[in-house]
């Protein structure tokens, strides 16, 4: 049943029929030290206007004002909306007043003031419309920093001279919350007490010291519970309202009315009736005073056997300092036994590790000697070195120097074999062994198949011998056929099979898209051998004028061009000549032959003659 009605009592609902905490504490039992923090809300640094309003909230709903519901609907719907022209308040007649005198001791001025009759005009903020966003921001920020202080408090209780606690300072904030603290350390004079003076201090940034703007003597009695938390309390709160954090939840005061506490029936003036009860008897009093006696006896042999042993213990004084001197040297001896077995484990460990140390160096200065003779040989091998060095970097000189002069022959002997020339003077076309080729992206279906197969054969062939005498692998392998060439894309990873990676040369019986591709990765490979050559691409579609330049490149050069080496050319002409245009003319005259079909083997001839001058 007790259970219950605390239940009852402490979950109690409200009028919307939601559950509404109650505190623990009884108001009578509230002090000063459950007082756990306090916290400020609703910061006002202007004075309340005390001015009455013009007339009643519910005026407009008397009968003199002659609007009926109707009327007033109708009014409503005509009515337009319109941007505000001010941002004013025409109530106040007098000047405004500074922060320091609006808050000065917290109370109003007696002094009566005549208002002034100059008619007062709204301040217009029209100018305010079409304003930047930076201005508007600068605004708010000057009313929010105006709404602004930095605020603390303290508290006071009668009696006490000092402060019973000041708290720290919360800079520029309207809601501070301050840290919570503990009054249980000063003494009950001030826990056990129910009253408590606040005091809260201000200070804005047009201010030099902190002034008083709240003084508000709590009673603890009279405080209104909110709840456990403000998340609960939805009612909005007063202007500089004061929230008192206790051990049970978050009380304030709404009013300064005495609070007056009924106590409950258990606490009345009441009189009751007292049993009168009978004292003790004489032999109750004679057996107190006997067992006092006995008491006091014991007491007194208490001592005197106390004193004996004292007696004793001091006439066995050496002999017990013997026993426990002998006890001590015993425990110390026991201790040195422990300390030398140790140390003489810690003595074979250091030897062993010595041992070892001592082969590690015998090791390390094995291993230095075969260092250092390996060093001597060394050095002995780089004097050699040396020399060899310069020998073959005269060498590697040399060589290099003969390559370029071949690669410069072997670019002669190409440019003789397959001879590139413009179609007409100043023309971009070119033609290769008398073939005209056009170039890429122009109409090869206006052209002869057969010729500009033959040219891209000639082409390819071209191209093929370059990549290997330049050293240079291509990205687009190509296989040279005549009109019949062919060329393999093996980078593209859409190709489903080899067959799809392998473009023609050819316009004859191959698809037009897969000829024009060919072209473009025979021009890609043209465009590989002129970049390793340092050679700049003008226009990638121009074929056979990437093909001439790039010739052009290899063939220059300083000095004369050597000849070819002994033994190369009797295949042919059964002699040896020197000079590039010798070799040349050879050359010529072998192709001619083999393009005549005169001379049983003589292509083959030729091709190697050629592989063997690269």
């Not at 029209?126 to 508007?136: F, G, M």
């Not at 300064?256 to 003036?269: G, K, M, N, R, V």
């Not at 013997?322 to 006890?327: F, H, P």
Request: with cysteine; glycine share 6%; net charge positive.
């Amino acid at each position: 049943m007790a259970g219950s009605h605390a239940a009852k009592s402490l979950n109690k609902r409200d009028v919307k029929g939601l559950t509404r905490d109650r505190p623990w504490l009884l108001p009578s039992n509230r002090k000063l030290r459950h007082l756990q923090g306090l916290s400020f809300r609703n910061l006002t640094l202007a004075k309340p206007s005390i001015r009455p309003w013009g007339k009643a909230i519910d005026d407009q709903s008397l009968p003199s004002a002659l609007k009926t519901p109707a009327k007033a609907l109708a009014q409503r719907e005509n009515h337009k909306l319109e941007h505000s022209r001010s941002s004013g308040d025409l109530k106040h007649t007098s000047p405004a007043k500074s922060a320091q005198e609006l808050v000065d001791n917290g109370r109003d001025s007696s002094e009566k003031t005549r208002p002034s009759a100059i008619k007062l005009r709204r301040r217009s903020t029209l100018n305010w419309t079409n304003a930047s966003a930076r201005i508007r921001q600068q605004k708010l920020e000057d009313v929010t920093t105006e709404n602004m202080a930095d605020t603390w408090f303290s508290l006071h209780c009668d009696g006490v001279k000092e402060p019973v606690y000041v708290s720290e300072v919360i800079e520029k904030a309207m809601n501070p919350s301050f840290r919570f603290f503990d009054l249980n350390a000063y003494s009950p004079f001030v826990t056990r007490r129910d009253e408590v003076t606040v005091k809260y201090w201000a200070r804005t940034e047009n201010m030099d010291q902190s002034t008083l703007l709240v003084e508000l003597r709590v009673n603890l009695r009279s405080l209104q519970y909110i709840g456990k938390t403000l998340e609960s309390f939805h009612h909005p709160l007063p202007q500089n309202a004061i929230l008192l954090h206790l051990s049970d939840g978050i009380y304030t005061s709404f009013t300064d009315l005495p609070f007056e506490e009924t106590l409950p029936p258990a606490f009345s003036t009441k009189k009751y009736s007292q049993n009168l009860e009978s004292t003790s008897s004489f032999d109750a009093l004679m057996r107190l005073s006997n067992l006092d006696d006995c008491i006091q006896d014991a007491l007194s042999t208490r001592e005197k056997v106390t004193l004996q042993i004292n007696n004793i213990l001091q006439e066995q004084k050496e002999s017990r300092d013997a026993i426990t001197a002998a006890s001590q040297a015993e425990e110390a001896l026991a201790i040195t036994k422990r300390s030398l077995s140790t140390c003489q484990k810690q003595v074979k460990s250091a030897q062993t590790r010595r041992s070892d140390i001592q082969a590690s160096l015998a090791t390390r200065r094995a291993a230095i000697a075969s260092g250092r003779s390996s060093q001597h040989q060394a050095e002995s091998s780089l004097k050699t070195a040396q020399i060899d060095l310069k020998s073959r970097r005269k060498l590697r000189q040399t060589t290099k120097t003969d390559l370029s002069g071949q690669i410069r022959r072997i670019g002669e002997d190409l440019s003789t074999i397959y001879p590139v020339e413009p179609l007409s003077p100043g023309s971009l076309s070119f033609t290769i062994r008398s073939l005209h080729l056009p170039n890429a992206g122009s109409a090869f279906n206006s052209h002869d198949l057969s010729t500009t197969a033959a040219a891209l054969g000639h082409t390819a062939h071209a191209t093929h011998l370059l990549s290997f005498y330049l050293s240079t692998p291509l990205p687009y392998p190509l296989t040279p056929y005549g009109s019949t060439s062919t060329i393999y894309d093996p980078i593209s990873t859409t190709m489903p099979s080899e067959a799809a990676r392998t473009f023609p040369l050819y316009q004859k019986g191959a698809v037009a898209y897969r000829f024009d591709y060919g072209v473009f990765l025979l021009n890609s490979d043209i465009e590989l051998l002129m970049s390793r050559q340092g050679a700049r691409l003008v226009d990638l579609r121009h074929t056979l004028g990437n093909l001439k330049y790039l010739l052009t490149v290899i063939t220059e050069g300083k000095g004369e061009v050597p000849g070819r080496k002994r033994g190369m050319m009797k295949a042919l002409n059964g002699s040896v000549r020197s000079g590039s245009r010798d070799s040349g003319l050879s050359v010529k005259l072998g192709m001619e032959k083999a393009m005549r079909g005169e001379g049983k083997g003589v292509l083959g001839v030729l091709r190697r003659v050629v592989d063997e001058g690269g």
